[in-house]
């Protein structure tokens, strides 16, 4: 019997790393080097983004298809990179609506921050392991169910922790430049010594 070895904590890293730190980061550059070019007026996609980024992320951790990824051939790549994708596609829609709509940025962090910690409550508070397949075609062997339940409460925990971090974060300085700026638009006021 193979022990888990934290199979899934680590590939709960990598999704993390590569969602939340570096699909934000790689898009933050993007836009800085093309800054000085005229963005034209563009179609809004926050909606769309969020709801594809939710849904994979959902999809690629039902048990079956975590299995599919460690079962066939390319499938733990496909995986990874298609949350990357979606998660690149979510924070360039998150940025363009920074500036133009700060409402539907706001709006989509909260719904999509909402549902990632969801995932998370389930997979720390679930009372098995959701993952003995994925986790014996990951390692290779049988596995005891039992030895993988704090992998999973670990890797669950994770997520609660690094997503909501990232996600109110990312709202707090929207909300702070939408204050700033409402803040510069409204007049202030001068007393003017009357009395």
């Given at each position: 019997?193979?022990?888990?070895?934290?199979?899934?904590?680590?590939?709960?890293?990598?999704?993390?790393?590569?969602?939340?730190?570096?699909?934000?980061?790689?898009?933050?550059?993007?836009?800085?080097?093309?800054?000085?070019?005229?963005?034209?007026?563009?179609?809004?996609?926050?909606?769309?983004?969020?709801?594809?980024?939710?849904?994979?992320?959902?999809?690629?951790?039902?048990?079956?298809p975590m299995a599919?990824?460690?079962?066939?051939?390319?499938?733990?790549?496909?995986?990874?990179?298609?949350?990357?994708?979606?998660?690149?596609?979510?924070?360039?829609?998150?940025?363009?609506?920074?500036?133009?709509?700060?409402?539907?940025?706001?709006?989509?962090?909260?719904?999509?921050?909402?549902?990632?910690?969801?995932?998370?409550?389930?997979?720390?508070?679930?009372?098995?392991?959701?993952?003995?397949?994925a986790a014996e075609?990951?390692?290779?062997?049988?596995?005891?169910?039992?030895?993988?339940?704090?992998?999973?409460?670990?890797?669950?925990?994770?997520?609660?922790?690094?997503?909501?971090?990232?996600?109110?974060?990312?709202?707090?300085?929207?909300?702070?430049r939408w204050l700033?700026?409402?803040?510069?638009?409204?007049?202030?006021?001068?007393?003017?010594?009357?009395?």
């Open positions: 019997m193979l022990a888990p070895g934290g199979f899934l904590a680590q590939h709960m890293a990598i999704h993390i790393l590569a969602m939340n730190l570096a699909a934000p980061l790689v898009v933050l550059a993007w836009q800085f080097f093309r800054c000085s070019e005229q963005k034209p007026e563009q179609v809004r996609w926050i909606g769309p983004a969020a709801a594809v980024q939710i849904a994979l992320l959902w999809f690629w951790h039902l048990p079956a599919f990824s460690f079962a066939v051939p390319g499938g733990e790549a496909l995986m990874h990179v298609s949350l990357f994708a979606a998660a690149l596609w979510f924070w360039s829609a998150i940025l363009d609506e920074a500036e133009a709509a700060r409402w539907r940025a706001l709006g989509a962090l909260l719904f999509t921050g909402k549902l990632f910690c969801l995932l998370g409550v389930i997979l720390t508070f679930a009372p098995r392991s959701l993952y003995v397949a075609l990951c390692l290779g062997g049988r596995v005891d169910p039992n030895t993988l339940l704090p992998d999973q409460q670990l890797a669950g925990l994770m997520m609660l922790i690094a997503c909501p971090f990232v996600y109110v974060l990312a709202g707090i300085i929207i909300a702070a700033r700026e409402i803040d510069s638009r409204v007049p202030s006021f001068q007393p003017d010594g009357n009395g």
